[in-house]
């Protein structure tokens, strides 16, 4: 059974769960979803910050992926550019949504962008993100990729 449900917002006992499970490394890999990423980035938006919740992110997703038998590698596994991007992106929600509590923020967050799971590619080329550069660190996106976005 999984730990967040898929048809209704989930509690907060559930998000306890689900981020005890993730930063334990416990929680079944199929269950690190697209929407259990955005999950555990809002939740750590709404609790620390942006800047502490990319470092939160940073280390939970290199933990769980070695964790859960996978390898952080120049060609694998976590990656800088799209993490940032996400928690930014979360953070910017954050702020257009501040009365929100967590579990609320969770479930708007995941029902915004859970068919837009691509959505950083808006701002990034093909071969900016699959760089290694991009990979390792942060690439804020080109200017005329956010203004475009903002139209």
């Not at 730990?3 to 690190?32: H, M, N, Q, V």
């Not at 993490?83 to 702020?95: E, H, P, Q």
């Amino acid at each position: 059974m999984p730990i967040l449900p898929d048809t209704r917002p989930p509690s907060e006992l559930e998000i306890d769960a689900f981020l005890a499970a993730f930063e334990a490394g416990t929680l079944p890999k199929e269950e690190f979803t697209h929407a259990g990423h955005l999950t555990a980035g809002a939740c750590y938006v709404h609790m620390f910050g942006e800047a502490n919740a990319i470092s939160h992110m940073r280390l939970c997703v290199r933990r769980f992926n070695e964790a859960v038998g996978g390898k952080n590698t120049d060609i694998s596994g976590y990656h800088e550019t799209i993490t940032v991007f996400w928690i930014k992106a979360l953070a910017a929600v954050r702020a257009t949504h501040p009365t929100l509590g967590r579990a609320e923020f969770a479930a708007h967050a995941v029902q915004s962008y859970r068919n837009r799971r691509d959505v950083f590619r808006d701002f990034y080329d093909f071969d900016v993100l699959a760089s290694v550069e991009a990979r390792r660190s942060w690439i804020e996106p080109p200017v005329k990729a956010i203004l475009a976005a903002n139209l």
